[in-house]
Nanobody, 112 residues
């Protein structure tokens, strides 16, 4: 069955960095476009970034452009989200998604 397992979240100060990982199984990872979403308390889930099957194309939501980088390693069936210059408004549960499936999410808290 499809499994997506996020990790790497935590508490970080404003201006800090985190690297999220999403390990995928149960499907042909190299055939799947992958996306990261986030959901802040009291808000709807929103798209953060996406990457094509081979990693040659990516896109970002406006609030994270220039600060976040999505990448993937098809040999490891893993997609990453490098988050730099973090702001308090980046606080959310971050999810990866593929083919309509979702992981359990990883909490990112940006606070001093």
């Amino acid at each position: 069955q499809v499994q997506l397992v996020e990790s790497g979240g935590g508490l970080v100060q404003p201006g800090g960095s985190l690297r999220l990982s999403c390990a995928a199984s149960g499907f042909t990872f190299s055939s799947a476009s992958m996306t990261w979403y986030r959901q802040a308390p009291g808000k709807e889930r929103e798209l953060v970034a996406g990457i094509s099957t081979a990693g040659g194309s990516s896109y970002y939501a406006e609030p994270v452009k220039g600060r976040f980088t999505i990448s993937r390693d098809n040999a490891r069936n893993t997609v990453y989200l490098q988050m730099n210059s973090l702001k308090p408004e980046d606080t959310a549960v971050y999810y990866c998604s593929a083919f309509g499936y979702w992981g359990q999410g990883t909490q990112v808290t940006v606070s001093s």
